[in-house]
């Protein structure tokens, strides 16, 4: 199999398995789509539903849907601007805070677990390069780089897997 195959099936078969841990430990009050809006509402609130169009891979209606079950459920709430009647505000709620930090609390532990099986270097090599291939790697200065890449050759002790630095 070539390195594009086996990087879709590896890869496919984490996300999937870290979705049904996510959709069982986040349940019954929070799903992974309202963790993400949470999420954007953490670093860019208040928010006008529109807002939310550019990071969410959906369309109005569905923003608008999920709007109003994280109503129902109490995490956000929407005001209308006082400027401006046509203008709505999303923004959190006391509880919508609470849950958003469990739910980064709960992804972490299920990405750490998995984390865990490699070495500390490997590891970190292994976010470096996932990185660079998503296109998310900021400019990094050349000392994280050179953190996450030094050595020739490296072997990860718990699988004897050998990497080399790229």
């Known amino acids: 199999m070539d390195n594009a ?6 890869w496919s078969k984490l996300t999937k398995e870290w979705n049904a841990q996510m959709d069982a430990e986040l349940a019954p009050k929070l799903t992974v789509d309202q963790l993400e809006v949470l999420e954007l509402m953490q670093a860019h609130e208040p928010m006008k539903p529109s807002d939310l169009l550019p990071h969410l891979e959906t369309t109005p209606a569905a923003i608008t849907t999920l709007l109003d079950r994280m109503e129902r459920a109490g995490l956000v709430e929407r005001n209308r601007d006082e400027g401006d009647r046509r203008i709505v505000w999303v923004t959190m709620t006391p509880l919508g ?12 532990a299920i990405v750490n677990r998995s984390l865990e ?10 976010v470096y390069l996932i990185s660079k291939v ?3 790697r900021e400019q990094s200065n050349p000392a994280d780089r050179k953190a996450a890449t030094s050595g020739t050759s490296t072997e990860d002790s718990d699988s004897g897997v ?5």
Do not use: P, W, Y
């Open 134 to 136: 998503a296109g998310t």
């Open 117 to 126: 099986l490699v070495s500390s270097h490997n590891r970190q090599l292994l």
């Open 162 to 166: 050998e990497s080399s630095a790229i």
């Open 97 to 108: 805070r609470s849950e958003v930090e469990r739910g980064v609390a709960v992804r972490s």
């Open 5 to 10: 195959a086996d990087f879709v099936k590896s």
